[in-house]
């Protein structure tokens, strides 16, 4: 179920908001801003209802802004929408401009708030460092060849397949193609089935009727029909079922869906996009994934590269980008740390080097960066060519590598691997650890 978290200081909004929003998912409050950073590891929820002010008589939203700054700058940051009490637009504007996806001023009419967090709960959230956001950066031959094929594949209709380790950007090019389409004004959702259960995979697609099973208090529409005349993004398909795998091609093939308790069928008009961190190879292995299905979504396929074959210059680029998006001040790395960095293998990618620069901005103690600071263990050290090429072998050491490493600590494991504590579940059992 969506998470979604109400910071407000004051009692009584936070809980008229709360029981306002309880039918949408799971609610939590917190009231103190300080508790904000635990509560977001904890809850990691897909909108965030964020106050604007924390000390009484204030009301230029300083506080919040600022609060508004750490949040889209987390990795899979929540969509945020601000709550300000006075009707202040240039306030408004700023959140907005600052990666918040929209603003509701209080008193609120309840309809208004529910309506505006669906859609946020739709949007999902901004891409983190709302500066760059949809900028995929690096200068690589690689990164050149990419952009230039989603230019290409961007406008037409076409289904893409995107393939690529953990943390890569497959996500960041799926909003790029969406962008470049004539779609571009419609909604671009989401759907990471890695995280969804198998029992809900089909309601979440194709929507369900009140009644259809215990907990379907409401009829739903799907993620198929919610993303009319847009986008939809399947990713970490190779985590689909092979039931669910079979009435999502019926889905694609028909062009329609059937929720889930309903017997009439319900046209949809979506361009598929999907994307998986598997190997191909596993892909082509008609007892997992369907040879069927695959020849649907992959008319057109990208392969997004790993950071460590992007080369020291791309490496060198992302770094300056998020230290300056982390630090305050002007930061140099020694020549020592930047020779290191674009030698370590980055198991995480893209991903895990935003992090190890969030982490440095935040620990390294003077304004020239070690290599000590990025807090790096090189857990998945480069192993020889000849030892096999095979992802999913190597994808298994990492995780066990990082296991050994942090004693078991499955949210250290995921934070060194750069990946979320999901994901790292989904691959635990994947390697059967
Ligand atoms: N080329 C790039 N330039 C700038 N930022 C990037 C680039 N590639 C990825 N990122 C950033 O790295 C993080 C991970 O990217 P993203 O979520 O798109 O990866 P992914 O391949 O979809 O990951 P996963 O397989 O875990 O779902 C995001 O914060 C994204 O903004």
């Known amino acids: 179920m969506p998470g979604i978290l109400i910071l407000d200081d004051d009692p009584d909004v936070a809980l008229a908001a709360r029981l306002a929003l309880r039918r949408l998912g799971a609610v939590a409050v917190r009231h103190d801003p300080r508790e904000l950073p635990a509560a977001l590891d904890e809850i990691a929820p897909d909108v965030l209802l964020l106050d604007m002010n924390f000390t009484p008589g204030a009301s230029d939203g300083a506080a919040g802004l600022a609060l508004l700054h750490e949040v889209t700058a987390r990795s899979h940051a929540p969509a945020v929408i601000v709550m300000t009490a006075y009707a202040e637009v240039d306030l408004a504007v700023q959140a907005l401009k600052s990666g918040a996806v929209d603003f509701i001023t209080k008193p609120w009419a309840n309809d208004r ?242 992090q190890a620069c969030e982490r440095a901005s935040l620990l390294a103690r003077g304004p020239v960066f070690t290599f000590a600071d990025y807090g790096l263990q090189d857990v998945a050290a480069p192993s020889p060519p000849e030892q096999g090429l095979d992802l999913a072998q190597r994808e298994r050491e990492a995780v066990q590598a990082a296991l050994a490493q942090v004693d078991g600590n499955i949210s250290q494991a995921a934070k060194l691997l750069g990946v979320s504590r999901a994901a790292l579940y989904r691959r635990l059992d994947k390697h059967g650890l």
């Open 113 to 354: 708030l529910v309506a505006c967090v669906q859609a946020a709960q739709a949007r999902r959230a901004p891409l983190p460092g709302s500066a760059a956001v949809g900028e995929l950066l690096g200068d690589s031959a690689a990164m050149q060849s990419l952009r230039a094929q989603i230019a290409q594949v961007g406008a037409s209709e076409a289904s893409v397949l995107i393939l690529g380790e953990n943390g890569v950007g497959k996500e960041l090019v799926a909003r790029a193609l969406h962008r470049a389409s004539k779609r571009a004004a419609g909604p671009l959702l989401a759907v990471d089935m890695g995280a969804l259960p198998d029992a809900l995979v089909e309601s979440e697609l194709f929507g369900h009727r009140r009644g259809s099973f215990t907990d379907a208090r409401e009829s739903r529409p799907g993620r198929f029909v919610a993303a009319a005349g847009g986008t939809l993004f399947l990713d970490e398909i190779g985590n689909l079922p092979l039931p669910q795998q079979a009435k999502l091609l019926a889905a694609l093939e028909r062009r329609e869906v059937t929720p889930l308790g309903s017997d009439k069928a319900v046209a949809v008009d979506v361009r598929v996009l999907a994307a998986t961190n598997a190997a191909e190879a596993e892909l082509f292995d008609a007892r997992r994934f369907r040879p069927d299905l695959l020849y649907r979504l992959n008319t057109v396929v990208l392969r997004v590269p790993p950071l460590r074959e992007r080369g020291a210059g791309d490496i060198a680029l992302l770094l300056r980008h998020y230290l300056a998006q982390f630090s305050k001040r002007t930061v140099e790395l020694t020549p020592d740390a930047l020779t290191r960095l674009s030698a370590y293998r980055w198991p995480g990618n893209v991903r895990e080097l935003r």
